[in-house]
């Protein structure tokens, strides 16, 4: 961390003279490579709404948590694990659609997860933070989860990427090629847990869909290849990270819903450019 303070106050950049700023911008070049990469397995999986269920599971571990004087990330940690494990569990032994199963899934977590926090007359504003999210109250502690968890995603991306792609698309020709759909789905369920309740806690439950969507949705808009849909894909989330933090710190606004309305114009210019370019 010493070496990145140093970087950042040799920056001619404003906002880089505060501690709070550095480790935000460090956390967002973190995250959004995974972003990035969760995004083009999410909508190539049409999982565009299982992030959004896993973050109400999320909420819900987080409300058990502070009930029983635990530290809240872990145990939202495995409790979207639980949950992701079981949705997987479900959707393998079942013949509804996978939107059908999100649907029940985010509903329970959603009806779980108030009924935790409300439990015995409780107040729910003390859990609006996760609502909203703050990226700058980020620790150099947790941007070196964010790092190993960026390393472990990027591996089974590479190890993994094609084969999810295919199971996605035609599970039937890839179960005859010998692949094992199941635990391909499974370890995507799980990675998809982990991004997504590291990410509750600063960018917010809200604005998390966003995020885990827009990248690649705006991807495809542009790309040419598979190549080129993973790089910009990426690409988009790093450039919206960046400008909703720049965006967010001049007008005072949620880092969270600045980076989300910054992808959202990267969607709105590759929906007008989409024709040009084929």
Request: charged share 10%; hydrophobic share 55%.
């Amino acid at each position: 961390m010493n070496l990145w303070y140093m970087i950042c106050e040799a920056l001619p950049i404003e906002m880089l003279r505060w501690d709070f700023m550095k480790n935000a911008l460090l956390a967002l070049l973190l995250m959004a490579p995974l972003f990035g990469m969760m995004s083009t397995m999410i909508v190539t999986g049409r999982m565009s709404f299982f992030s959004d269920a896993l973050g109400h599971s999320a909420f819900t571990g987080i409300a058990i948590g502070c009930i029983f004087g635990l530290a809240p990330t872990p145990v939202s940690v495995a409790f979207s694990v639980a949950f992701a494990l079981l949705f997987s569990y479900v959707r393998s032994r079942s013949n509804q659609a996978a939107d059908t199963l999100i649907g029940v899934f985010s509903s329970t977590a959603v009806a779980l997860g108030i009924f935790v926090a409300t439990l015995g007359g409780g107040s729910f504003t003390k859990y609006n933070k996760y609502l909203i999210g703050d990226v700058l109250s980020v620790t150099p502690r947790e941007i070196g989860v964010v790092a190993l968890v960026l390393l472990g995603v990027t591996v089974f991306w590479v190890c993994w990427g094609n084969r999810l792609a295919l199971v996605s698309i035609h599970p039937q020709l890839a179960s005859s090629r010998g692949m094992k759909t199941g635990l391909t789905q499974t370890l995507f369920t799980v990675c998809i847990a982990v991004v997504v309740t590291l990410a509750i806690n600063w960018v917010g439950l809200l604005m998390l869909n966003s995020l885990m969507v827009l990248p690649a949705a705006s991807a495809r808009n542009v790309s040419k290849n598979l190549k080129q849909y993973h790089g910009y894909s990426v690409l988009f989330a790093l450039g919206a990270s960046l400008g909703g933090l720049v965006l967010s710190y001049h007008l005072g606004a949620s880092t969270g819903a600045s980076i989300s309305l910054c992808l959202a114009g990267i969607f709105a210019v590759s929906f007008v450019l989409r024709k040009k370019i084929s």
